[in-house]
């Protein structure tokens, strides 16, 4: 398959491979490097250098073994071969910006897609961590790849908070099915058991720790995970207290809501991110909402707007009496 690399992250991967070596006391590669590059400036013209050093740059990035590195991950994975066009390595510009995508080719009649990777510089002076770096990103195309997981492009929430929220769960679900996948494979990949747990209970620390352990188990063990069904994890925290239902701690079996940030408000049916605590101690307010919602409960919440609208109504019903 071929692969493209970003020319400007072969310099600067190079570049650092020979200021790492040279603050280790070996000045070898800097040394053969500028025997090559430095009659450049004598033999070609100004219009000309430019090919001439990438050339160069080229010949020492896939000596030093950073191509080898890049085609021994695509080659675990043999089934891209008849659907994907290539792939493209460029720099990342963070830890946020990294990754892999599927994108289209410049033919616009081409059916097949290439392989979007975005890399740190770093990320090749540890070999160790790159190869299974790219094991994990490679899983991810392959399910972007497989109809069954239907994976789909799209917008998946609607104003920006919304979005980050339910694009980090997301990307959660989606890491765990990925590297729990790998680890029963026997190969080795970025996230262990233990630290896709803790990311997990970071975003659901509403739960109690009996429970986050038995949803991700759930999650980890499930082989048949889409698109689709993690979507609607993400979106809906009741979803995921389902998947515990059997044993749930009293006090939450008898919550109609749970109050984390992003569930559905069930006065307004809009997902907010606010919650107001401790209702019961507002009696008043409490009543007043039961006017409107008989079987509504001081446990089940509210959003800050609908308290501030029935705080509003009681203000102006006093004030009238």
Request: aromatic share 10%; hydrophobic share 35%.
């Amino acid at each position: 398959m071929n692969i493209e690399f970003d020319p400007g992250l072969i310099g600067e991967v190079l570049f650092k491979e020979m200021q790492t070596r040279e603050e280790q006391g070996d000045t070898q590669l800097t040394e053969e490097y500028h025997s090559l590059v430095d009659p450049v400036y004598e033999n070609f013209s100004i219009e000309d250098r430019p090919k001439q050093f990438r050339k160069i740059e080229w010949d020492f990035f896939k000596k030093l073994g950073f191509v080898a590195l890049i085609e021994n991950a695509l080659n675990e994975f043999p089934e891209f071969e008849d659907s994907v066009a290539g792939m493209v390595v460029v720099k990342a510009k963070s830890t946020h910006d990294e990754g892999s995508n599927l994108i289209k080719g410049l033919d616009d009649e081409e059916a097949k897609r290439k392989i979007k990777v975005k890399l740190l510089l770093e990320r090749f002076h540890d070999q160790s961590y790159l190869q299974k770096f790219m094991r994990h990103e490679l899983m991810h195309i392959s399910d972007m790849l497989n109809d069954r997981f239907g994976y789909r492009d799209e917008v998946l929430a609607g104003n920006p908070m919304e979005q980050s929220i339910i694009t980090e769960r997301y990307s959660t679900f989606w890491d765990i099915f990925v590297d729990s996948r790998l680890i029963r494979d026997g190969k080795e990949t970025i996230g262990s058991r233990d630290s896709r747990y803790e990311e997990f209970a970071a975003l659901y620390m509403g739960f109690p720790e009996e429970t986050n352990r038995e949803i991700f188990d759930k999650l980890w063990d499930d082989e048949n995970h889409t698109h689709g069904s993690m979507l609607e994890l993400a979106k809906d925290v009741n979803k995921v207290i389902e998947i515990a239902k059997d044993n749930l701690p009293e006090d939450m079996r008898r919550k109609k809501k749970v109050l984390l940030p992003g569930s559905v408000c069930p006065l307004c049916q809009f997902r907010t991110y606010s919650w107001v605590d401790n209702l019961e101690k507002d009696p008043e307010i409490v009543q007043v909402i039961k006017s409107d919602f008989p079987d509504w409960s001081p446990e089940d919440g509210a959003c800050d707007r609908c308290v501030e609208m029935y705080k509003s109504r009681r203000a102006i019903s006093q004030n009238l009496i």
